[in-house]
């Protein structure tokens, strides 16, 4: 069941990964001159501060590195439990996603788990939900 979630505004930094998931694309700022990848998105790179900075295709896939189980029925259309976690993504030194791991029980998600990509659209909003890989 999808869940109606909070949305983030779009802005001209973080609309490339927001919307990214339109042509199945998670979508990383990356510093295009010293290639330090940027997540959040921002304007410049907090490594040598240049503002060469664009969004690059990642591969979308990557390793639970962290997680817990949240048991609060924050909205009423919300099911419970489901997880939050911090996913490293591969190919992506240095950014931990946090999102959440959806089309498995909680209880089975693990950390070192394998997780693909996939988006929920709301809106013009593709969120970045990440399932296991068997």
Not at 33 to 41: K, L, N, Q, S, Y
Not at 68 to 86: D, G, I, L, S
Request: aromatic residues 8%.
């Amino acid at each position: 069941m999808s869940v109606t979630r909070a949305l983030p505004r779009l802005d001209a930094d973080n609309r490339a990964f927001w919307t990214g998931g339109a042509e199945g694309e998670l979508r990383i700022m990356r510093c295009r001159d010293c290639e330090t990848f940027i997540h959040p998105p921002r304007p410049l790179c907090r490594s040598c501060l240049s503002e060469n900075v664009s969004p690059e295709v990642v591969a979308g896939t990557g390793v639970v590195a962290t997680y817990t189980v949240n048991y609060q029925k924050w909205h009423p259309a919300m099911e419970v439990p489901f997880v939050v976690a911090r996913v490293a993504l591969d190919g992506v030194p240095g950014v931990l996603l946090t999102t959440n791991i959806v089309g498995c029980p909680a209880e089975e998600v693990d950390v070192g788990d394998r997780v693909r990509v996939i988006f929920e659209q709301q809106d013009d909003v593709y969120l970045p939900l990440f399932e296991r890989i068997d």
